[in-house]
Structures are given as C-alpha cells and as structure tokens.
C-alpha cells in the first residue's frame, strides 16, 4: 500500500567515502602496487553496505505497519496523526516519552505519530520521519 525508505543525509556517505579515499591515498603511497585501489574499491562497498543499513524502511500493508525491523499488525493502532515541522519539532523534545518508538531524520521535518494499542509492546507509540505524511496516514486509515 506504502513504502518508503529514510536515507540518511549526504553528509555520511559523503564523510564515509572522504575517509575511506584519505585511506587509499596513505595504502597507495606506503605500499604502491594496487593497495589504494582496492581500498577504495572496500570502502565503496562498505559506505553502501552502511548507507543501505542506516536507511529503515517504512511500509504500510494491507495487515501490518513496519518500521525497519519493527512490526506491528495494524489492529492493535490507534490514533494516527501527521505531524508539520514545528509539531515534530516539539514532539522530539521535552515532550517525547522515553519508551515510544521514535525513527527520526534530521532533513526530514515532518513525521507520523501512531498510538499503539497493543498490551505487549512496550512502546506507547511510534513516531517516525516521512517525506510524504499525508500519503502514510490515508494508508493507515484505508
């Protein structure tokens, strides 16, 4: 019904890649040969492997709500809400509960809040970042 990935911001592959390059540059020149191209070639694969596992992934069907790893079935929700900026904002803050379920991306500024029924979870909530709120909230209601 909906899926959505949250990709980290640029700034961590970016400083992934610039570290792992500074470290082919040092293997090159120590040990010449093919050294710093293989280490370039490694730290790629490392900064996407990392990139990939830093990106949860939101994903509303027809029975559950999943958030990364998370799984719930969409029976035990209850109130959903979409948040705006400034909402997110201060939900993030001093008001935020300390069990709640909270996956947040700092460039993305709104998010979704929904109320866990469930007895079993430990989390009275679940708030997670969104580009596009309105659309996870019409699924969640449908």
């Known amino acids: 019904m909906y899926r959505e990935r949250l990709w980290p911001s640029l700034a961590v592959p970016s ?11 040092a293997y090159q020149h120590a040990y010449h040969g093919n050294s710093g191209l293989i280490t370039v070639i490694l730290s790629l694969a490392l900064t996407l492997w990392l990139t990939l596992a830093m990106s949860p992934a939101i994903e509303v069907t027809p029975n559950e709500l999943r958030l990364g790893k998370a799984r719930i079935n969409r029976s035990h929700l209850g109130a959903i809400a979409s948040l ?10 001093q008001r935020a509960h300390a ?3 909270i996956i947040s991306r700092a ?13 079993s979870d430990p989390h009275p909530y679940w708030q997670f970042s969104s580009r596009n709120p309105e659309i996870v909230l019409r699924a969640l209601n449908s």
């Open 107 to 119: 460039g993305i500024a709104a998010s979704v809040v929904v109320e866990i029924k469930d007895e």
């Open 99 to 101: 069990d709640a379920l």
């Open 84 to 93: 705006d900026a400034h909402q997110t904002k201060h939900a993030l803050g």
């Open 15 to 25: 400083f992934l890649m610039s570290m792992g390059s500074s470290l082919a540059i």
